[in-house]
């Protein structure tokens, strides 16, 4: 008997695709073309993998909240739209939230078999200290984005084995 199990869900509409990344409850993400499978039937895709996140610190009445709602969650799906472009909105400073990622999201349209946009929230949470001041030095966040079941196998296995003329040979300089 195996203690691991992996359960697959697919996320068929927005709502169903809004993640909230937990410590203790680890998942692998993956986007994959359904259409496309592996000569074993392995569908072709991405595994999207979590590094920078932080979870959101503000209430979500605060005014800033709402526009970053996009913030409530580390992973969204939505379907392809031209216009939604920015998850706060076209205009952050001046919105009132209206027209953000969270907004699109809860129309819970259909994802399954659509063109998607797949959004990664990243963060960090930052208490100020003396050495940020005046310029605070550079933090950065990232994430993975990894090809899952992209080749047949394994491309290393088609690397021709070393043999040892192909080895650089290290002599001692006559001179020395």
Known sequence: MSYLKAVRNVAKT????????????????????????????NPVGYKV?????????????????KRGAFTNN???VTPYNETEQWAGGLFVYQSHGE?????????????????????YTLGF????????FPIMPTVSA??????????????ILKIPPN???DLPICKADASA
Not at 49 to 65: E, K, M, R, S, Y
Not at 125 to 132: F, G, I, K
Not at 142 to 155: I, T
């Open 74 to 76: 580390q992973i969204w």
């Open 49 to 65: 993998v979590p590094a920078g996140t932080a979870a959101n610190l503000l209430d979500n009445n605060d005014p800033p909240q």
């Open 163 to 165: 043999v040892e003329s």
């Open 125 to 132: 949470h930052h208490v100020p200290c003396q050495e940020d």
């Open 99 to 119: 027209d953000t990622l969270e907004v699109w999201s809860n129309r819970d349209r259909e994802i399954e078999d659509k063109d998607i946009v797949v959004w």
């Open 14 to 41: 927005e709502k169903d695709a809004q993640i909230k990344l937990k410590l203790y409850d680890p998942s692998e993400f993956h986007v994959v073309n359904p259409t496309k499978k592996t000569r074993v039937g």
């Open 142 to 155: 990232s994430f993975d984005l990894k090809p899952v079941n992209f080749f047949e196998s394994n491309p």
